[in-house]
């Protein structure tokens, strides 16, 4: 029988925001869970959960989160995952740059996703953009995306998706865009 899931730190990340890491004793392995009212903060550099950047293989941020921070998992080595709920509407810039393990990430109703917010991602298969409207600088180069929708975007920077050698198929707005070199 698999064992419980062991609370092994909690903190604030927000001002009504909340993170909790868990072990899964089965495995060694561990999750975490962003729970609260608005907004995490940003830069975060030495926010006490990067002592489990090697053992996070998900995260689940829940309803009630509007955006996650600059930095916040920057090199989560072990994360493969993440499911952001509908109420996440921003995702900052670096948030989730250089989680070389991170195959698919739930992001569909994020509007703005910041620069590299996940560059360097050289995993992900599978993301949710087809309602953002402003993609930043970088915020997906290097990854692994065979196809993306842009039919809402409004903002396109730089570079964005540069370096995706699989990426195939892009979906324009409808009339066209311009778009910057990439």
């Known amino acids: ?5 062991v609370l092994l730190e909690k903190g604030k990340c927000g001002d009504n925001v909340t993170w909790s890491v868990y ?8 999750y975490m869970v962003i729970e609260g009212n608005g907004a995490m903060y940003n830069d975060a550099y030495e926010e006490p959960w990067r002592k489990y950047a090697d053992k996070v293989t998900f995260i689940t941020v829940r309803i009630g989160v509007t955006h996650i ?3 916040a998992f920057r090199n989560f080595s072990k994360l493969g995952g993440i499911s952001l709920w509908s109420t996440v509407e921003s995702i900052g ?5 250089n989680c070389t393990s991170l195959k698919r990430a739930r992001t569909d109703n994020v509007k703005t996703f910041g ?3 996940f560059g360097g991602c050289t995993s992900l298969t599978s993301v949710g953009i087809n309602n953002a409207t402003e993609i930043g600088d970088r915020a997906f180069a ?3 995306i065979a196809s993306v929708d842009l039919s809402k975007v409004t903002e396109l920077e730089e ?3 540069s370096d995706c050698k699989q990426l195939a198929s892009v979906t324009l707005p409808k009339g066209g865009t311009t778009i910057p070199q990439s």
């Open 69 to 71: 921070g600059s930095y």
């Open 115 to 117: 620069t590299s917010a």
């Open 23 to 30: 072990s899964n004793p089965d495995d060694g392995s561990a």
């Open 159 to 161: 570079w964005a998706f």
């Open 93 to 97: 810039a670096k948030a989730f740059e």
């Open 142 to 144: 290097g990854t692994a």
């Open 1 to 5: 029988a698999a064992s419980d899931p």
